[in-house]
T-cell receptor
Framework: GAGVSQSPRYKVAKRGQDVALRCDPI?????LFWYQQALGQGPEFLTY????????KSGLPSDRFFAERPEGSVSTLKIQRTQQEDSAVYLC???????????????FGPGTRLTVL | DQQVKQNSPSLSVQEGRISILNCDYT??????FLWYKKYPAEGPTFLIS?????DKNEDGRFTVFLNKSAKHLSLHIVPSQPGDSAVYFC????????????FGTGTQLKVEL
């Protein structure tokens, strides 16, 4: 595909359930980012990968959040024991070059809307 | 602590007129600024960016102005078109910060016929 894809697009979970959100970045993109967007807010940074290495996870709100990118392409964001405050849109973005070397455009996927009941 | 602020949650402009969207930031380490446009149920789409070494960048109908001393930037859209109706996010980054973006809360632009 030409752009960043995310699945599922919508997820409803019961409180306490574990969820896994998938991101397929643009082929060949080195950097991958996860953001969380609460209703009426801007996206907030969660974590950053350069290839398979997770270089920054400072935005993950708790140890219930875990992200991986084992082969440097597809990434999964996992949320354990979901809580109502986890309800948000989770956005994935990729960019062609490595962070810190030069600023370059991030391409965003459509997001996964997570609703925790 | 909101490091990037968009104080106008909404803006309404007539077709053909200029739209001006404003953004303020507090972190002096930010040295790269971007504007994203977002339609409902879609991810943000990159519009235009500016480095802190410049004070203006223009791309077609879109121009971004940066005032470093005031820590303020603005996006001008001329002429505004109905298809420009969307939420506009201002974002900032620092070259030493791994390119992670810090976003404002967005401004809903409505371009009326």
């Amino acid at each position: 595909g030409a752009g960043v894809s995310q699945s599922p697009r919508y997820k409803v979970a019961k409180r306490g359930q574990d969820v896994a959100l998938r991101c397929d970045p643009i082929s060949g993109h080195v950097s991958l980012f996860w953001y969380q967007q609460a209703l009426g807010q801007g996206p907030e940074f969660l974590t950053y990968f350069q290839n398979e290495a997770q270089l920054d996870k400072s935005g993950l709100p708790s140890d219930r959040f875990f992200a991986e990118r084992p082969e440097g392409s597809v990434s999964t964001l996992k949320i354990q024991r979901t809580q109502q405050e986890d309800s948000a849109v989770y956005l994935c973005a990729s960019s062609a070059r490595a962070g810190g070397l030069s600023i370059n455009e991030q391409f965003f996927g459509p997001g996964t809307r997570l609703t925790v009941l | 602590d909101q490091q990037v602020k968009q104080n106008s949650p909404s803006l309404s402009v007539q077709e053909g007129r200029i739209s001006i969207l404003n953004c303020d930031y507090t972190n002096s380490m930010f040295d790269y600024f971007l504007w994203y446009k977002k339609y409902p149920a879609e991810g943000p789409t990159f519009l235009i960016s500016i480095s802190s070494i410049k004070d203006k960048n223009e791309d077609g109908r879109f121009t971004v102005f940066l005032n470093k001393s005031a820590k303020h930037l603005s996006l001008h859209i001329v002429p505004s078109q109905p298809g420009d109706s969307a939420v506009y996010f201002c974002a900032a980054s620092s070259t030493g910060g791994g390119n992670k973006l810090t976003f404002g809360t967005g401004t809903q632009l409505k371009v009326e016929l």
